[in-house]
Nanobody
Framework: VQLQAFGGGLVQAGGSLRRSCAAS????????MGWFRRAPGKEREFVAA????????NYADSVKGRFTISRDNAKNTVYLQMNSLKPEDTAVYYC???????????????????WGQGTLVTVSS
């Protein structure tokens, strides 16, 4: 199983980007999914999580009201819509998935079974 992320890049402050992350490989149904990020010189931190059904979401306080996580289970894809971007959002962003038996996304790195490659989002001031 692989998670492949798309949609990084450079954007000006106040702009928007949409990240997507698709699961591929053997037949795969994921459980809860999440997005994390690592800013330069900092630890990887939680950004957003979504339940297996997509019915419930959670966000870090720093992105609440600006970022939206969603998923399309028919496509095994999770999305992160990032609006009103700030320079402090500059980071390498990672998607992550839990195996199907776990309904919820969580705040903890160690709860996730599969990780996508990180892609850089740079927000210029």
């Amino acid at each position: 199983v692989q998670l492949q992320a798309f949609g990084g890049g450079l954007v000006q402050a106040g702009g928007s980007l949409r990240r997507s992350c698709a699961a591929s490989g053997r037949t795969f149904s994921s459980g809860g999914m999440g997005w994390f990020r690592r800013a330069p010189g900092k630890e990887r931190e939680f950004v957003a999580a979504i339940t297996r059904s997509g019915g419930s979401t959670n966000y870090a306080d720093s992105v609440k009201g600006r970022f939206t996580i969603s998923r399309d289970n028919a496509k095994n894809t999770v999305y992160l819509q990032m609006n009103s971007l700030k320079p402090e959002d500059t980071a390498v962003y990672y998607c992550a998935a839990r195996s199907a038996r776990y309904y919820s996304g969580t705040y903890h790195n160690s709860d996730y079974d599969y990780w996508g490659q990180g892609t850089l989002v740079t927000v210029s001031s």
